[in-house]
Nanobody
């Protein structure tokens, strides 16, 4: 069983930056594709970005391309999301997830609030 714990959320002004972290335990981290999702109030959870097992393949939703960067450190069992040029519409709870065939494991989420 894999446990995922996110951190790094907070309140930031539009145009600012945040870096989210997600640390995994209880599994073989390098065997998982990792991803970030978000859920804004009143909306469904949406995919943001994923990163392949070796940190090479990356896939971003169009709305964050050029602003967000995902990375991972398999030695630290961690995945990161650097978020720059934040916009109010980025406000959401951000979730880290791990995937084998499907998105099997989820963190508890971290709140990101971007003020205008």
């Amino acid at each position: 069983q894999v446990q995922l714990v996110e951190s790094g959320g907070g309140l930031v002004q539009a145009g600012g930056s945040l870096r989210l972290s997600c640390v995994a335990s209880g599994g073989t981290f390098s065997s998982y594709v990792m991803g970030w999702f978000r859920q804004a109030p009143g909306k469904e959870r949406e995919f943001v970005v994923r990163i392949g097992r070796f940190g090479i393949a990356k896939d971003y939703v169009d709305s964050v391309k050029g602003r967000f960067t995902i990375s991972r450190d398999n030695a630290k069992n961690a995945v990161y999301l650097q978020m720059n040029s934040l916009k109010p519409e980025d406000t959401a709870v951000y979730y880290c997830a791990a995937k084998t065939g499907t998105w099997d494991y989820w963190g508890q989420g971290t709140q990101v609030t971007v003020s205008s």
